[in-house]
């Protein structure tokens, strides 16, 4: 129990909450209101297990680097408070779920489940070689509401990928302002980030442009699916919070990264998803598709 502690304290089980909330919209626009239990409660183990395969995965592929770094030095793996296999075995649980999971849900889901892996486990290498690390991050992501839909209705809808752009650039968004405090480190050890490519004041001009795309992409979403007034309302209540999630952080001043990144994320995503839930509830024959 002490190593599950760990591992869950390490994977940030409780950051599902970034992705998981427009999992649920896509899941609830298939459905067109509620999908049942055994839908629902297969597309939410799929969707944290394949995160949480994901987390540990990555932190599994960065102990070397995260020993160097003193902002990462005592995660749990480097400053040996989980064994190495110990975490493997974790991965190795976290996928099987996902794999179950999709399995339960249709074939289309078992099918595309490796693709899927592919993504959000192959993110860890990507810093290594490319500064667009960020956005194979977010499209990790981005790729919750298309799931879901998928494990709703066993196909796919193109509609759905406004929705997939705009949560990839929203994660693209807030990654690049967390890795503002890492920018020397990694430009010292031959990693790849938009702050180490390009410095800091054009990585946070790119995050905010990648927060402008979100909005537009998910205003398009709405329109797409017909969406009722409240769902609107919810995408002006997650732009105000990016707006002033983008005035937290300045190049000359990190103080305030964790409460742009950590707190005022996980708000966005259950503020639109709330509001989805209200117009979908006060108008459910909007749903065009």
């Not at 990016?242 to 990264?257: F, I, R």
């Not at 707190?263 to 839930?277: C, D, E, H, M």
Request: aromatic letters at 12%.
């Amino acid at each position: 129990m002490k190593s599950l502690r760990t591992f869950l304290e390490m994977v940030k089980i409780e950051h599902s909450i970034f992705a998981l909330p427009f999992a649920m919209i896509g899941m609830m626009w298939a459905a067109h209101g509620w999908p049942g239990w055994d839908k629902f409660l297969w597309i939410v183990i799929a969707m944290v297990s394949c995160r949480t395969a994901a987390m540990a995965f990555n932190r599994i592929a960065d102990r070397h680097i995260d020993s160097e770094n003193p902002r990462t030095s005592m995660r749990a793996i480097p400053a040996g408070l989980l064994a190495l296999r110990t975490a493997n075995l974790y991965l190795a649980i976290s996928i099987l779920l996902f794999l179950g999971a999709a399995a339960m849900l249709n074939p289309l889901a078992l099918i595309l489940s490796p693709v899927a892996l592919l993504f959000t486990l192959g993110y860890s290498l990507t810093k290594k070689f490319t500064w667009l690390c960020h956005f194979v991050l977010g499209f990790s992501l981005g790729i919750a509401p298309a799931a879901a839909w998928i494990g709703v209705r066993g196909s796919l809808n193109p509609a759905i990928v406004a929705l997939t752009v705009a949560v990839t650039c929203w994660t693209a968004g807030f990654d690049i302002i967390y890795s503002l405090q890492d920018d020397d480190f990694d430009r010292d050890h031959g990693l790849q980030s938009i702050p180490a490519r390009f410095g800091r004041s054009r990585a946070l001009l790119i995050s905010r442009l990648c927060h402008v795309v979100t909005v537009i992409s998910l205003v398009s979403a709405g329109i797409l699916f017909d969406t009722g007034v409240f769902y609107l309302i919810g995408v002006g209540f997650a732009a105000a919070l990016l707006a002033y999630e983008q005035s937290l952080v300045k190049s000359h001043d990190l103080s305030k990264v964790n409460i742009a990144f950590f707190t005022l994320n996980g708000y966005v995503s259950i503020g639109v998803f709330l509001f989805a839930v209200l117009d979908l509830w006060l108008h459910p024959n909007t749903l065009r598709l």
